[in-house]
């Protein structure tokens, strides 16, 4: 059993960086651990559908959707079983609902979080 929790800011302010964290559990009995596993950010906007945001490899290696590489960071800390996201110069084109989880197909989500971009 994994769960996935998201946290960070639900408001950010134009032009500012968005940090959330997500923080993973795994049940004790799972013999593979969280730096076993790849790890992914992915957002849906009001109305849209789902984006790919990143992925963090198991070698701790990320990879970014070319359209928001420029802006964004993934890491992780495999001490804590957290990986996060850095989002920057943020627009109100970047207000959605923003979830973690595992493996670049996810078969584990969190609940995601509400992020809106607003002034």
């Known amino acids: 059993q994994v769960q996935l929790q998201e946290s960070g800011p639900g408001l950010v302010k134009p032009s500012q960086t968005l940090s959330l964290t997500c923080t993973v559990s795994?049940?004790?009995?799972?013999?593979?651990?969280?730096?076993?596993?790849?790890w992914s950010w992915i957002r849906q906007p009001p109305g849209k559908g789902l984006e790919w945001i990143g992925t963090i490899a198991f070698d701790g290696s990320p990879y970014y959707n070319p359209s928001l590489k420029s802006r964004t960071s993934i890491s992780r800390d495999t001490s804590k079983n957290q990986f996060s996201l850095q989002l920057s110069s943020l627009t109100p084109e970047d207000t959605a609902r923003y979830y973690c989880?595992?493996?670049?197909?996810?078969?584990?989500w969190g609940q995601g979080t509400q992020v809106t971009v607003s002034s």
């Open positions: 795994i049940d004790s009995s799972d013999s593979l651990k969280f730096s076993n596993y790849a």
């Open positions: 989880a595992r493996a670049v197909v996810p078969d584990y």
